[in-house]
């Protein structure tokens, strides 16, 4: 039967419904090219994405050309030498033609070693350590700070964690039980623009894969292994990420941002994150501040309160929320802290207190993401009135640019 409809015109596999169904189809893949969005991988804007980008240029240049050739030759040799089955002669065969053999050969080996030298070249660059010491003041005294940041990744956040004394003597073999840092803070990630920062990827708990494609390719987080990578940005901004390995049921709504600030605003940055948790002033903040230490500190540190140890989720952390307000979105990037005109983003927040699981999927009963708390109305008003002293609010520029979609 299948014989029988091969041997049938040609025009049978070009019916309209088959034309548009493939019209159709190249037009869907072609959305996945649009500027201008959150994830874009076309618009390199650091030096390390920008290498990326010009070696998928030649590689994408020379696909296109054989491309053209093979379906072009498939083509002509189709209409040229079709069969009106007028007869049950078999062609005349090419098998063991000399010439023809070394063509295919030699041409796509040729093909492969242009890639491969371009390839190389990349490798080399992505896996080079070049940075250059950045001078910071911590604590009132001046360090020189080889830049390196923590990531970890967990169900279903990343955390960010700044050790400006440096990594040499950190033992990062153990993402559950993390030396203590200079600086935490999650899903927000503060880098200073014009300098290479080395990152050190781990994971807490599955494989996730760190993504920011404005700035470099993707790096698996894996349980156990410390995945060495880097970034650069040169000019001020905000760059989106997303995890991009399948990680559970909230795995899409594993959201991550870098923003890169002049230096100058970086050591404002670490000023500003360096001080203590703000002590409540008002009677329904020291309210919420007791609410949060009977049932939230199990989880989510805040300095000052907890930070000696103890807080334990099976990832074995929750974000840390010291500088909460500090930041733009929360409950793993997908949720905005702010309206646009600077206010608190009160209705979702208390959302997230009242059921998190009905916000964001989580494994609650397993201990995987923000199980529900069970929180009273008036609770939830406490709660909230405490977590808006933990940290200032950022400029509206800055909620501007982070918006999420």
């Given at each position: 039967?299948i014989?029988?409809?091969?041997?049938?015109?040609?025009?049978r596999?070009?019916r309209?419904g088959?034309?548009?169904?493939?019209?159709?189809?190249g037009?869907?893949?072609?959305?996945?090219?649009?500027?201008?969005?959150?994830?874009?991988?076309?618009?390199?804007?650091?030096?390390?994405?920008?290498?990326?980008d010009?070696?998928?240029?030649?590689?994408f240049?020379?696909?296109?050309?054989?491309?053209v050739i093979?379906?072009?030759?498939?083509?002509?040799i189709?209409?040229?030498?079709r069969?009106?089955?007028?007869t049950?002669?078999?062609?005349?065969q090419?098998?063991g033609h000399?010439r023809?053999e070394i063509?295919?050969?030699?041409?796509?080996?040729v093909i492969?070693?242009?890639?491969?030298?371009?390839?190389l070249?990349?490798?080399?660059?992505?896996?080079?350590?070049?940075?250059?010491d950045?001078v910071?003041?911590?604590?009132?005294?001046?360090?020189?700070w080889?830049?390196?940041?923590?990531?970890?990744?967990?169900?279903?956040?990343w955390?960010?964690r700044?050790?400006f004394?440096?990594?040499?003597?950190v033992?990062?073999s153990d993402?559950r039980?993390?030396?203590?840092?200079?600086?935490?803070?999650?899903?927000?990630?503060?880098i200073?623009?014009?300098?290479?920062i080395?990152?050190?990827?781990?994971?807490?708990?599955?494989?996730?894969s760190?993504?920011?494609?404005a700035?470099?390719?993707k790096?698996?987080?894996?349980?156990?292994?410390?995945?060495?990578?880097?970034?650069e940005a040169?000019?001020?901004?905000v760059y989106?990420g997303?995890c991009t390995?399948?990680?559970?049921?909230?795995?899409?709504?594993?959201?991550?941002?870098?923003?890169?600030?002049?230096?100058a605003?970086f050591?404002?940055w670490?000023?500003?994150?360096?001080?203590?948790?703000?002590e409540?002033?008002?009677?329904a903040?020291?309210?919420?501040?007791?609410?949060?230490?009977?049932?939230?500190?199990?989880?989510?540190?805040v300095?000052?309160m907890?930070?000696?140890?103890?807080a334990d989720?099976?990832?074995?952390?929750?974000?840390?929320?010291?500088?909460?307000?500090?930041?733009?979105?929360?409950?793993g990037?997908?949720?905005?802290l702010?309206?646009?005109?600077?206010?608190?983003?009160?209705?979702?927040?208390?959302?997230?207190?009242r059921?998190?699981?009905?916000?964001?999927?989580?494994?609650a009963e397993?201990r995987?993401?923000?199980?529900?708390?069970?929180?009273?109305?008036?609770?939830?008003?406490?709660?909230?009135?405490?977590?808006?002293?933990?940290?200032a609010?950022?400029?509206?520029?800055?909620?501007?640019?982070?918006?999420?979609?």
């Amino acid at each position: 039967m299948i014989a029988k409809s091969l041997r049938q015109s040609p025009r049978r596999f070009l019916r309209p419904g088959r034309l548009v169904a493939l019209a159709t189809g190249g037009l869907l893949a072609l959305t996945g090219c649009a500027a201008d969005a959150p994830l874009d991988t076309l618009e390199p804007q650091g030096p390390i994405s920008r290498s990326i980008d010009s070696l998928s240029d030649p590689i994408f240049l020379i696909a296109g050309v054989v491309f053209v050739i093979i379906f072009g030759a498939t083509a002509v040799i189709w209409w040229k030498f079709r069969d009106d089955h007028s007869t049950d002669e078999f062609p005349e065969q090419v098998h063991g033609h000399f010439r023809a053999e070394i063509g295919w050969t030699i041409g796509p080996a040729v093909i492969m070693a242009v890639i491969a030298v371009f390839t190389l070249i990349s490798h080399f660059d992505l896996n080079s350590e070049d940075r250059t010491d950045i001078v910071v003041s911590v604590d009132g005294e001046s360090t020189s700070w080889d830049p390196e940041i923590v990531i970890v990744g967990q169900q279903w956040w990343w955390e960010f964690r700044y050790y400006f004394h440096g990594l040499d003597d950190v033992d990062l073999s153990d993402a559950r039980h993390l030396p203590p840092a200079d600086i935490v803070t999650a899903n927000q990630m503060v880098i200073p623009i014009g300098s290479e920062i080395g990152l050190k990827i781990l994971s807490r708990d599955v494989i996730h894969s760190y993504w920011i494609p404005a700035l470099n390719g993707k790096r698996d987080a894996v349980p156990g292994r410390v995945a060495p990578w880097k970034i650069e940005a040169e000019t001020p901004g905000v760059y989106f990420g997303q995890c991009t390995e399948f990680c559970g049921l909230s795995h899409s709504r594993m959201r991550m941002q870098t923003i890169a600030v002049d230096p100058a605003d970086f050591q404002t940055w670490i000023d500003e994150q360096m001080q203590p948790a703000t002590e409540p002033t008002t009677a329904a903040a020291e309210r919420g501040k007791a609410v949060f230490e009977g049932q939230c500190t199990r989880c989510h540190v805040v300095d000052g309160m907890n930070d000696g140890g103890g807080a334990d989720l099976v990832a074995n952390a929750a974000p840390n929320l010291t500088h909460l307000m500090s930041r733009t979105t929360f409950a793993g990037g997908i949720f905005e802290l702010y309206e646009s005109d600077g206010s608190l983003n009160r209705t979702q927040l208390e959302a997230w207190l009242r059921d998190a699981p009905a916000e964001k999927p989580a494994y609650a009963e397993g201990r995987r993401g923000m199980p529900a708390m069970g929180l009273s109305e008036s609770q939830i008003d406490d709660v909230v009135a405490y977590l808006q002293t933990l940290g200032a609010a950022p400029d509206l520029d800055v909620i501007a640019a982070t918006e999420v979609d």
